[in-house]
């Protein structure tokens, strides 16, 4: 892939969008009364859009357009949240950035060396072996966990906690549940998103709760995989 150069002015153009946000912060009534609690809502909110406009196709000029608009507003989450803390006295959207930064060169070893310049030796990693060189900086960065489930949020969408769950217990080597007997793979996507949808439909008819049965599945597999 050809190098991308980055946009002219890229540093100019953040500031002044933060300063934005402080203005607004400073003598806008509606937006000095939100707190990190009312913004939530609105961060979960703009996370759902933007998952639809991506899933919509981001080809030709009217849907990237929508798509750029629905990454501004989850920018805007993360910047109101990065404002009210500095306002605390804690950290401010620069330091976001700085730790950022210093994340995503830690975790890439196979991109980065420790200071930050680039690798120059040309050897390409497999995915496997940059998602283990990424396992193994989160366990160095927080060596009191003890789960490879640790960190998954709880409240993450069934499905998605589900596909979260098998993915960290595949690269931690444990255990999966066992496949449905007799399930046979499925063509592609649809045929899956068919199935799925006929088994709620099957748990609606019978007054089951197909979110809240999955959720607990997830939990006693990752309860008894912490007993084992």
């Given at each position: 892939?050809?190098?991308?150069?980055?946009?002219?002015?890229?540093?100019?153009?953040?500031?002044?969008?933060?300063?934005?946000?402080?203005?607004?912060?400073?003598?806008?009534?509606?937006?000095?009364?939100?707190?990190?609690?009312?913004?939530?809502?609105?961060?979960?909110?703009?996370?759902?859009?933007?998952?639809?406009?991506?899933?919509?196709?981001?080809?030709?000029?009217?849907?990237?357009?929508?798509?750029?608009?629905?990454?501004?507003?989850?920018?805007?989450?993360?910047?109101?949240?990065?404002?009210?803390?500095?306002?605390?006295?804690?950290?401010?959207?620069?330091?976001?950035?700085?730790?950022?930064?210093?994340?995503?060169?830690?975790?890439?070893?196979?991109?980065?060396?420790?200071?930050g310049s680039l690798?120059?030796?040309?050897?390409?990693?497999?995915?496997?072996?940059?998602?283990?060189?990424?396992?193994?900086?989160?366990?160095?960065?927080?060596?009191?966990?003890?789960?490879?489930?640790?960190?998954?949020?709880?409240?993450?969408?069934?499905?998605?906690?589900?596909?979260?769950?098998?993915?960290?217990?595949?690269?931690?080597?444990?255990?999966?549940?066992?496949?449905p007997p007799g399930?046979?793979e499925f063509a592609?996507?649809?045929?899956?998103?068919?199935?799925?949808?006929?088994?709620?439909?099957?748990?609606?008819?019978?007054?089951?709760?197909?979110?809240?049965?999955?959720?607990?599945?997830?939990?006693?597999?990752?309860?008894?995989?912490?007993?084992?």
């Open positions: 892939m050809a190098e991308i150069p980055l946009p002219e002015n890229l540093g100019e153009r953040f500031t002044r969008l933060a300063e934005v946000i402080g203005a607004l912060r400073e003598r806008c009534p509606w937006t000095r009364a939100l707190t990190h609690e009312s913004l939530l809502e609105y961060l979960v909110e703009e996370t759902y859009e933007l998952v639809e406009a991506v899933e919509a196709g981001t080809s030709g000029p009217g849907r990237a357009a929508e798509l750029r608009g629905e990454l501004g507003d989850v920018l805007l989450q993360v910047l109101l949240h990065a404002r009210l803390q500095q306002e605390a006295g804690s950290f401010s959207v620069a330091d976001v950035i700085e730790s950022l930064t210093a994340k995503m060169i830690r975790r890439n070893p196979h991109v980065f060396r420790p200071d690798r120059e030796d040309g050897e390409e990693s497999g995915i496997a072996a940059i998602e283990q060189a990424w396992d193994e900086a989160k366990k160095a960065e927080t060596p009191t966990r003890t789960s490879a489930f640790e960190g998954i949020p709880a409240g993450l969408p069934a499905l998605l906690l589900a596909a979260k769950t098998l993915t960290r217990a595949r690269r931690a080597g444990r255990r999966l549940p066992p496949p399930g046979a592609d996507e649809t045929e899956l998103g068919d199935a799925l949808f006929s088994l709620v439909r099957r748990a609606s008819d019978q007054g089951l709760d197909a979110e809240a049965a999955l959720r607990a599945a997830v939990r006693r597999y990752t309860a008894d995989d912490a007993g084992t």
